[in-house]
């Protein structure tokens, strides 16, 4: 009896050891899991809903770098390995910070012959009149996050010495698949500034973008062939302005062209693969935009390595004053359409005309 009773506690005990053992390595699984397999996730926010979802690296300029239907490829140029680690691998925040390209969908201010015009912190860019690099704390400062849920968000960045405001940025994500961005400009200097905001969307250099203009609307284009660059071809079709970019003809190396533009429509379209990205925006009339620019520009980029190839598409509000604490606020719809059709104008454009409402 003594031996039955024996064997019993052994067994026991060896229960109760298996199950603290079990308890134990389970613990160190989920503290294994929440360490390293959300640490992307942990880096990228993300919102979502059955038609679309977006990402969000709020720790680099609260910029959006990924956009796409679910299941689907991601709309927005972007490069995941830069998502990683952000703190670690962001420029410094300051007056001397280099640019680093994250693309995706960024905000910058207007006009750009004044980003470095009205700051004392770097007297070598303010001399030189500098229009390079944006302001680093409104593209790769902290956004702190003041609302969030699994379809909305709001942030704030830091406070600018170079430009003297405070952005802050709304995403929110309709049950029908739309985006609402909407960026706001706080005036946090003790005088009046004057600036615009300017949405900068980028997407593969290959990628065929059309915007509704009439031939009045094309202000002009930047750019102009030298020893190494050509011009990125272009057309307008049905009333439509596109690129036609292609591999740079030797010996030239890059094909470059910027245009500015007036469109006669508050949209632009951007295809790319086998889906067509809608921009909604406010329309506004020619004297409401900075001379420097248009409401609407483009830019194509196609270089000789196989990461070059760039294609902005790029929105102004309106350039107006703000008065010390004033705000402004402008803001654009994103769709995303899947497109089975062909790659060219013909089939784009009808496709276009079919579904803009």
Same mark, same amino acid.
């Given at each position: 009896m003594i031996?039955v009773?024996k064997?019993?506690?052994d067994?026991?005990?060896?229960g109760?050891? #298996?199950?603290?053992?079990?308890f ?10 929440a360490v ?21 690296l709020?720790?680099v300029?609260?910029r959006?770098v990924?956009l796409?239907k &679910?299941g689907l490829?991601n709309?927005f ?9 952000p703190k670690?691998n ?8 280099d640019y ?5 969908h ?8 004044e980003?470095?015009a009205n700051?004392s #912190? ?13 302001d680093?704390?409104?593209?790769y400062?902290r956004y ?8 909305r968000?709001k942030?704030r960045?830091?406070a ?9 940025k709304e995403?929110?994500l309709e049950s029908d698949?739309?985006v609402?961005?909407?960026?706001t400009?706080e005036?946090i200097?003790k005088d009046?500034?004057c600036?615009?905001l ?7 250099g290959f990628?065929?973008?059309y ?10 284009f930047?750019h ?6 050509e011009t ?10 596109s690129?036609s970019?292609s591999?740079?003809?030797?010996p030239k190396k890059e094909q470059v062209?910027e245009?500015h533009?007036y469109?006669?429509k ?20 020619e004297?409401?935009?900075?001379l420097?620019h ?7 980029f196609?270089?000789?390595?196989a990461?070059? &190839?760039?294609?902005? #598409?790029?929105?102004h509000s309106e350039?107006?004053?703000?008065a010390p604490?004033e705000?402004?606020?402008?803001n ?6 899947p497109?089975n059709g062909?790659d060219?104008a ?12």
């Amino acid at each position: 009896m003594i031996n039955v009773l024996k064997k019993s506690a052994d067994r026991i005990n060896k229960g109760r050891k #298996l199950t603290v053992t079990l308890f134990i390595m389970a613990g160190f699984l989920i503290v294994y899991m929440a360490v390293f397999c959300s640490r992307e996730k942990d880096n990228l926010i993300i919102l979502h809903n059955d038609q679309i979802e977006v990402g969000i690296l709020s720790e680099v300029g609260g910029r959006v770098v990924l956009l796409r239907k &679910p299941g689907l490829q991601n709309v927005f140029k972007s490069d995941e390995r830069l998502w990683r680690n952000p703190k670690k691998n962001k420029p410094e925040i300051s007056a001397f910070s280099d640019y680093k390209a994250y693309n995706g969908h960024i905000v910058w201010i207007g006009p750009q012959s004044e980003w470095w015009a009205n700051q004392s #912190l770097n007297e070598q860019r303010h001399a030189s009149k500098a229009d390079w690099p944006p302001d680093p704390y409104l593209i790769y400062g902290r956004y702190k996050i003041i609302e969030q849920n699994h379809s909305r968000i709001k942030m704030r960045s830091p406070a600018s010495p170079i430009s003297g405001i405070r952005l802050f940025k709304e995403i929110s994500l309709e049950s029908d698949g739309r985006v609402i961005f909407t960026a706001t400009a706080e005036n946090i200097r003790k005088d009046t500034i004057c600036w615009d905001l300017w949405m900068n969307t980028r997407l593969d250099g290959f990628a065929k973008a059309y915007v509704p203009v009439e031939d009045a609307g094309i202000k002009e284009f930047i750019h102009s062939e030298d020893e190494i660059k050509e011009t990125t071809p272009f057309k307008i079709d049905s009333g439509y302005f596109s690129f036609s970019p292609s591999i740079p003809t030797k010996p030239k190396k890059e094909q470059v062209q910027e245009v500015h533009l007036y469109p006669s429509k508050g949209f632009i379209a951007g295809f790319t693969g086998q889906q067509m990205l809608l921009i909604r925006f406010d329309l506004l009339d020619e004297d409401r935009i900075h001379l420097e620019h248009g409401q609407v520009e483009l830019y194509s980029f196609i270089g000789g390595a196989a990461t070059d &190839p760039l294609l902005e #598409l790029e929105v102004h509000s309106e350039y107006k004053l703000l008065a010390p604490g004033e705000t402004m606020s402008f803001n654009e719809i994103w769709e995303i359409l899947p497109y089975n059709g062909e790659d060219n104008a013909t089939d784009q454009i009808q496709f276009l005309c079919e579904n803009i409402l």
